[in-house]
């Protein structure tokens, strides 16, 4: 557990620097796009600071498919979870997610289907491999009585 | 099929098999070499009892609250005094690893288990089960795939 936790706070040392490179890229486009012209010191500290902990917690969360244990769709799940509240609580912040039950209702349903698709692709994916294995188990099993 | 002896006294003695499949001949072959070489059993303790497991009747060997546990066809738990890692090397090449604490007895397995989670299982005779990790699940795939 301890090697675990020590992994996660190394890879999201690694990956925290690429957060504020993101910020930059994000307000240059919305720049660009004519959404924003200024920034005020406490937009862009929070955003800096925001987004470095969200960069910190998306490269750290990559550890859950290390843990052997862990199922690929449980790994997917809790890594989903973990990003969403991540996603969510920047977009919060910085206010960047208008106020109101809509917009958080589209996020999440964003967040809920792409993560029921790939749930279902991994699971379909899964029987297949193992109806394919345990024929194969049987035939070796015959062979060799 | 040829059969060829090679009498050497110099080398360590090794029996060869180049076959394009497993079948009932290598299997007997290496049940063979084990009975000669007397490590086709294990000694496996339980309470006051010790007993010499035979490596064929064991469904899987496990590590169960950190001691190595073999498990038999009835579903008993005998408890090893050998690492998992060390047993590894010796055992008969139908002990496959499941995952990180299980060897299997790949003729004791009924099926693999998709289970709900995403996950695969083992199913033993016996019904014990334990998980099949991402990794060995890949490996034990490949394997068979190349047969």
Known sequence: ????????????????????????????????????DTLTVREVCLGIVSLSALAFIAGGMNIVYQVERLPLPVAILLHGSVLYIAYLATFLVNGWLAQGVGPLLVFSAIFVLGFLLIWAVIFVATKRSTAKVNKILKEQQKNRQ | ?????????????????????????????????FRHSGTDSLL???????????LQDIECITVLDRKVVAIDAHGTHYRLQD????????LPSYFIRINKSTLANEHRIVRFDAAFSGGVDAVFRCGYRDYVSRRCFADIRRRYEGL
């Open chain 2, 1 to 33: 099929m040829k059969y060829k002896l090679i009498i050497d006294k110099e080398a360590e003695e090794e029996i060869v098999a180049i076959v394009h499949a497993p079948s009932s001949l290598t299997q007997q072959i290496e049940d063979l070499v």
């Open chain 2, 44 to 54: 496996g303790y339980r309470e006051d009892e010790m007993r010499r497991l035979a």
């Open chain 1, 1 to 36: 557990m301890k090697q675990h936790i020590l992994e996660f706070c190394r890879r999201g040392l690694i990956a925290c620097g690429f957060g504020p490179l993101v910020l930059a890229a994000l307000y240059l486009a919305l720049q660009r796009c004519g959404t924003i």
């Open chain 2, 83 to 90: 690492r998992l890692r060390d047993l590894e090397a010796v």
